[in-house]
């Protein structure tokens, strides 16, 4: 229609072909970071989280994280400003989450390691605005 | 009502959960390479916080930054931040006019003395008294002297204030200054770009509100978080930069290939800024990705450095030890970033 694809174009994956492996160590690294955080945990209680964003890794990288660490019991899924991702992975108290925006696209991703991830807790605050409703719709419904 | 004007409130009344809140705090602290746990603090702190009251001065400008912030491709990012702070004056954006706004913004810098953050876009022109930019009969200039007076800190948003941008280009016919130039007695942060990435506007915003000061800043005081590395460090097409694979006119066989852009007069290697690496139109894409070398919009004087396309002169300034780390290939590069992002994290974590 607008001729552009008369335009010869060339897609190419800029970046030099990784190592035979495709793996950068980074995933390794994480993985022991994640020994690491669930010894302080069952030791002391302390929680802890990896920031995937502060890290590169390759598509190689990502796909050893995915398969070491796999799918657990619980999958959430979070509804505000965007979607949310919630899985325990394998390895019970090891999370795995992702923040999506409005449009879709990944805003944190990461590893948390603790009993319940803190954004799947209801919010003290939200509970009592959310008990102040319900009480005066209750009301509003009496005769 | 008459709760005081705390952030957490004021989130409720927009009907912002506050699971939304933590995961926007999440996502800024990621942006900024500030450890996960950050995330909570701020989000804790910011919840508390009052709103911080800002005063927002546009000068010799093209209302550019505030077109990238309140356009950001993200709606939420532009409400969240304008629920963390109280606007009192932004001429573009404030439903008064005339003399009920300018008494606004006076009461505003009364009531909230020693405390707001003054945001100025714009560069000031000093020739001929002032008078190529006036609002209500008032200088520039006098207009700053008197706002900065107040001020818990001032944040120059765009190149224009922080270094005088276009209107300060050869042969500045307005004697066009950065508001560094006329203020010597508050901490200044400049967050330069023509115009500047919204979310950073947004990362530094959250990052004053929950700290209660400026993050750290570098020798051309902007904030580290954003503006450590140079488009260099962080471009996608460094591999070809370093096996010297160049495109030589902007529709050659190298340049669909998508070789590196140096020949075609990229700015990449001497300018700091975050485009490489938070991108565009809601990281969509940033101009080297689009085929385009970087203008270098973000360092002083960007205009008046010679063509646009003509290369940067060789060789290229010591560029920190990234190059020698980059020459063993794009793995060594990402090692480097890494090592880059810990530096951030231990000094964040170390100014707490
Ligand atoms: S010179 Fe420009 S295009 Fe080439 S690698 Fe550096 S920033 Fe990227
Ligand atoms: S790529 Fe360069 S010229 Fe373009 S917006 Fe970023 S710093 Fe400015």
């Known amino acids: 229609m607008s001729g552009l694809d008369n335009i010869g174009t060339k897609v190419v994956n800029p970046l030099p072909s990784p190592p035979e492996d495709g793996l950068s160590g980074n995933a390794d690294a994480i993985l022991h970071e994640i020994v690491a955080l669930l010894e302080a945990y069952t030791a002391t209680g302390q929680t802890g989280a990896i920031d995937l964003h502060s890290l590169p890794l390759t598509l190689d990288d990502y796909e050893l994280l995915r398969i070491?660490?796999?799918?657990?019991?619980?999958?959430?899924?979070?509804?505000?400003?965007?979607?949310?991702?919630?899985?325990?992975?394998?390895?019970?108290?090891?999370?795995?989450?992702?923040?999506?925006?409005?449009?879709?696209?990944?805003?944190?991703?990461?590893?948390?390691?603790?009993?319940?991830?803190?954004?799947?807790?209801?919010?003290?605050?939200?509970?009592?605005?959310?008990?102040?409703?319900?009480?005066?719709?209750?009301?509003?419904?009496?005769? | 009502m008459n709760e005081p004007d705390i952030l957490g409130a004021s989130l409720a009344r927009s009907g912002i959960s506050r699971r939304s809140f933590l995961k926007f705090c999440t996502a800024m602290a990621s942006?900024?390479?500030?450890?996960?746990?950050?995330?909570?603090?701020?989000?804790?702190?910011?919840?508390?916080?009052?709103?911080?009251?800002?005063?927002?001065?546009?000068?010799?400008?093209?209302?550019?930054?505030?077109?990238?912030?309140?356009?950001?491709?993200?709606?939420?990012?532009?409400?969240?931040?304008?629920?963390?702070?109280?606007?009192?004056?932004?001429?573009?954006?404030?439903a008064a006019s005339g003399e009920a706004a300018e008494s606004a913004r006076k009461q505003a810098m009364k009531a909230s003395y020693g405390k707001y953050l003054l945001i100025v876009d714009g560069s000031i022109p000093t020739k001929d008294g002032g008078v190529y930019s006036t609002v209500a009969g008032v200088s520039n200039h006098d207009l700053l002297v008197e706002a900065a007076k107040g001020a818990a800190a001032i944040v120059a948003v765009g190149t224009c204030s922080s270094f005088g941008g276009i209107p300060h280009a050869n042969p500045n016919p307005t004697g066009a200054v950065s508001v560094s130039d006329i203020i010597k007695d508050k901490p200044i942060m400049n967050v330069p770009g023509c115009p500047p990435i919204p979310s950073v506007?947004?990362?530094?915003?959250?990052?004053?509100?929950?700290?209660?000061?400026?993050?750290?800043?570098?020798?051309?005081?902007?904030?580290?978080?954003?503006?450590?590395?140079?488009?260099?460090?962080?471009?996608?097409?460094?591999?070809?930069?370093?096996?010297?694979?160049?495109?030589?006119?902007?529709?050659?066989?190298?340049?669909?290939?998508?070789?590196?852009?140096?020949?075609?007069?990229?700015?990449?290697?001497?300018?700091?800024?975050?485009?490489?690496?938070?991108?565009?139109?809601?990281?969509?894409?940033?101009?080297?990705?689009?085929?385009?070398?970087?203008?270098?919009?973000?360092?002083?004087?960007?205009?008046?450095?010679?063509?646009?396309?003509?290369?940067?002169?060789?060789?290229?300034?010591?560029?920190?030890?990234?190059?020698?780390?980059?020459?063993?290939?794009?793995?060594?590069?990402?090692?480097?970033?890494?090592?880059?992002?810990?530096?951030?994290?231990?000094?964040?974590?170390?100014?707490?």
């Open chain 2, 31 to 94: 942006l900024m390479a500030l450890p996960p746990s950050a995330a909570y603090a701020m989000a804790d702190a910011l919840k508390r916080a009052q709103r911080q009251s800002v005063i927002w001065l546009s000068f010799q400008e093209c209302t550019g930054c505030v077109e990238s912030l309140t356009r950001s491709f993200d709606p939420t990012l532009e409400q969240l931040i304008f629920e963390m702070i109280s606007l009192d004056y932004q001429e573009t954006l404030q």
């Open chain 2, 201 to 352: 506007i947004a990362g530094v915003l959250a990052y004053f509100i929950t700290y209660g000061k400026l993050p750290e800043l570098d020798n051309l005081n902007r904030p580290k978080v954003f503006f450590a590395d140079t488009i260099h460090d962080r471009c996608y097409r460094r591999p070809f930069y370093d096996q010297g694979k160049f495109a030589k006119t902007f529709d050659d066989e190298g340049a669909r290939n998508g070789w590196c852009l140096y020949e075609l007069g990229c700015k990449g290697p001497t300018t700091y800024n975050a485009c490489a690496t938070i991108k565009w139109n809601g990281g969509v894409s940033f101009p080297i990705e689009s085929g385009h070398g970087c203008l270098g919009c973000s360092e002083p004087n960007f205009w008046d450095k010679g063509s646009f396309y003509k290369p940067l002169p060789v060789p290229l300034a010591d560029n920190t030890p990234i190059i020698t780390a980059a020459a063993l290939g794009g793995i060594a590069v990402g090692t480097a970033a890494a090592v880059i992002s810990r530096k951030h994290q231990t000094s964040i974590s170390e100014e707490k």
């Open chain 1, 68 to 143: 070491t660490l796999a799918d657990g019991e619980v999958h959430a899924h979070i509804d505000a400003i965007g979607n949310s991702e919630v899985r325990e992975t394998l390895y019970p108290g090891v999370w795995w989450v992702t923040y999506y925006n409005a449009e879709g696209d990944i805003v944190a991703d990461l590893i948390e390691v603790t009993a319940v991830p803190e954004i799947l807790k209801a919010p003290a605050d939200d509970v009592r605005e959310g008990l102040a409703h319900l009480r005066e719709l209750l009301k509003q419904e009496q005769p």
